[in-house]
């Protein structure tokens, strides 16, 4: 069974930092581009960051163009995202995303549960 | 950047009645790119329909999906319970990759 686990969510203050983790299982990890989609309280989806599956292929919304890195390990099944200099507007439930191919263009096709990033003072 | 247009915001129906829901795309993209996902609350999205009209593995067929020009529609025939929830179409044709606000399906 697939499964991703999202851990790192927390309260940050504005200007901080955080690493948020998907820990991948019941797949072949390096076989497939995963993404993070993020959802501020109450709004819609919001792609932020795409990797593929061999991590050489990055992509990022603007908005955090800069600002964040994901990456991936797939000696340990896990992809990461790298949270600097963090605002307000990037509070959220952040989503790690399986794609269906080794290609970012792919839909997702898992997902995980989630975890909560709060950026207030 | 493509932006993806929903309508309406909120369909609200009965069981058993059918639902349309409508993504209008800024620019045309290849119908392989655009996808539809159903959210509960709660909950993390769920891939229904992808390339435009194919279905995710386990997704029922009274869903279907469908494209005309840079208008794509999901079809719910028949609703069920289950399917009251946020309906979101994503196109991954060209970064960003961008989803529509969303359509609440909600109980009438």
């Known amino acids: 069974e697939v499964q991703l686990v999202e851990s790192g969510g927390g309260l940050v203050q504005p200007g901080g930092s955080l690493r948020l983790s998907c820990a991948a299982s019941?797949?072949?990890?390096?076989?497939?581009?995963m993404s993070w989609v993020r959802q501020a309280p109450g709004k819609g989806l919001e792609w932020v960051s795409s990797?593929?599956?061999?991590?050489?292929?990055?992509d990022y919304a603007d908005s955090v163009k800069g600002r964040f890195t994901i990456s991936r390990d797939n000696s340990k099944n896990t992809l990461y995202l790298q949270m600097n200099s963090l605002r307000a507007e990037d509070t959220a439930v952040y989503y790690c995303?399986?794609?269906?191919?080794?290609?970012?263009?792919?839909?997702?096709?898992?997902w995980g549960q989630g975890t909560l990033v709060t950026v207030s003072s | 950047e493509i932006v993806l247009t929903q309508s309406p915001g909120t369909l609200s129906l009965s069981p058993g009645q059918g639902a349309t829901l409508s993504c209008r795309a800024s620019?045309?993209?290849?119908?392989?790119?655009l996808a539809w996902y159903q959210q509960k609350p709660g909950q993390a999205p769920r891939l229904l329909i992808y390339g435009a009209s194919s279905r995710a593995t386990g997704i029922p067929d009274r869903f279907s999906g469908s494209r005309s020009g840079t208008d794509f529609t999901l079809t719910i025939s028949r609703l069920e319970p289950e399917d009251f929830a946020v309906y979101y179409c994503q196109q991954s044709g060209s970064s960003p990759y961008s989803f529509g606000q969303g359509t609440k399906l909600e109980i009438k």
């Open positions: 990797i593929s599956g061999g991590g050489g292929g990055t």
């Open positions: 620019q045309s993209f290849s119908s392989s790119y």
């Open positions: 019941g797949f072949t990890f390096s076989s497939y581009a």
């Open positions: 995303a399986k794609h269906s191919s080794n290609l970012y263009v792919s839909p997702d096709d898992c």
